[in-house]
Nanobody, 126 residues
Framework: QVQLAESGGGLVQAGGSLRLSCAAS????????MGWFRQDPGQEREVVAC????????YYTDSVKGRFTISRDVAKNTLYLQMNSLKPEDTAVYYC???????????????????WGQGTQVTVSS
């Protein structure tokens, strides 16, 4: 198993930046494909960005392309989400997730992920 803990959320004005971190503990971090998801109250959890085990391949949902960057640091067992040019519609609780990955695959749906952090609130004011 792996335990995940997000940090870095907060309140920021539109156009600002935040960097979310997800610290992983437990089983080897490099064994997992990772993803960032977000959820508004009353809405389904949606994928934001995903990254393969090796960090080579990445996926971004259309609404964040060019603004958000996902990365991972194996030495620090940490996943990151750099968020620039934030918009009010980016407001949500952000979750990191881990998927057991026997191969270097991208997983884009929440059902593919077995492990989740507790979430961190991101609020973007207009």
């Amino acid at each position: 198993q792996v335990q995940l803990a997000e940090s870095g959320g907060g309140l920021v004005q539109a156009g600002g930046s935040l960097r979310l971190s997800c610290a992983a503990s437990g089983r080897t971090f490099s064994s997992y494909a990772m993803g960032w998801f977000r959820q508004d109250p009353g809405q389904e959890r949606e994928v934001v960005a995903c990254i393969t085990r090796g960090g080579i391949s990445k996926y971004y949902t259309d609404s964040v392309k060019g603004r958000f960057t996902i990365s991972r640091d194996v030495a620090k067992n940490t996943l990151y989400l750099q968020m620039n040019s934030l918009k009010p519609e980016d407001t949500a609780v952000y979750y990191c997730a881990a998927a057991v990955s026997p191969a270097y695959s991208i997983f884009r749906t929440a059902d593919d992920y077995a492990y989740w952090g507790q979430g961190t609130q991101v609020t973007v004011s207009s």
